[in-house]
């Protein structure tokens, strides 16, 4: 299955230009979305549509508005972790994307997902992948609401 993925305003126009330089299919918020649109809009849209968001906002998933639409909309989130360069970010994405692709076979959506990067030692530059991790499934999420 072929996915598109969502990239949100945080992570620029370099990240998305770089992923789509390597081949994956992206679309980027400003393409679709003026600056001011709350997450919660774009969200939405994005879960309607199919496709996998992609932020580098961590505090997405403890702000309940963007939390409870990600879920309701179905969203397929995944939270790039660290401080880092926009191209090492997207570096990273390209070298974990099998195992993104491999986690979204795997998960049931909607979920909330953080991509780390390699070890400061193995370093992006090493080509090595970061890993994949479950942050909130739907599961976890309903069971919060109460």
């Known amino acids: 299955m072929s996915h598109t993925f969502f990239t949100d305003r ?3 126009r370099q990240f998305p230009a770089e992923l789509r330089r390597a081949g994956v299919v992206v679309e980027m918020h400003d393409d679709h979305f003026g600056p001011l649109t709350p997450d919660p809009v774009w969200l939405r849209e994005v879960g309607r549509r199919g496709w996998v968001a992609l932020s580098h906002d961590q505090k997405l998933r403890y702000r309940p508005q963007e939390r409870d639409m990600a879920m309701r909309a179905g969203v397929p ?3 790039l972790v660290g401080k880092a360069t926009h191209s090492a970010l997207a570096k990273n994405f390209v070298q974990t994307l099998p195992k993104v692709l491999r986690f979204l076979d795997e ?3 909607p979920f909330i997902a953080r991509i780390y990067r390699p070890s ?6 090493s080509g090595k992948a970061g890993r994949v991790e479950l942050w909130l499934s739907l ?3 309903k069971a919060s609401q109460g």
Do not use: M, S
């Open 10 to 12: 945080d992570l620029g």
């Open 77 to 79: 989130l995944f939270v």
């Open 107 to 109: 998960n049931h959506r």
């Open 120 to 125: 400061p030692v193995a370093g992006v530059e």
């Open 139 to 141: 599961e976890e999420w």
